[in-house]
Nanobody, 118 residues
């Protein structure tokens, strides 16, 4: 059974930083494409960043230069370091995994709330 568990969300002032973690079980994150998504109230879920098994990361334009996606294979954990946070970054953030051979992110965490106050 695959489980992804996020942590690290919270309330922060604009300009501040937060680091999100996502621990995988039943899945080896190093061989999967991992993603961070977010969903703000009243909006559709959007991709924030992805990282391939080869270590190539891609970011949404809105977070480029501010967010960093990393992976610790020994801990089977991925991270999203978020700096220079803005109120528009407020959302529930989800970790997701796409296993090799799959076209979609099949596995999702429960989400963690990030709130950025102005």
């Amino acid at each position: 059974q695959v489980q992804l568990v996020e942590s690290g969300g919270g309330l922060v002032q604009a300009g501040g930083s937060l680091s999100l973690s996502c621990v995988g079980s039943g899945i080896i994150v190093s061989i999967a494409t991992m993603g961070w998504y977010r969903q703000a109230p009243g909006k559709q879920r959007e991709v924030v960043a992805t990282i391939t098994s080869g270590g190539t990361s891609n970011y949404a334009d809105s977070v480029k230069g501010r967010f960093t996606f990393s992976r610790d294979n020994a801990k089977n954990t991925v991270y999203l370091q978020m700096n220079s946070l803005k109120p528009e970054d407020t959302a529930v953030y989800y970790c997701a995994a796409r296993i090799p051979g799959s076209l979609e992110f099949r596995y999702w965490g429960q989400g963690t709330q990030v709130t950025v106050s102005s």
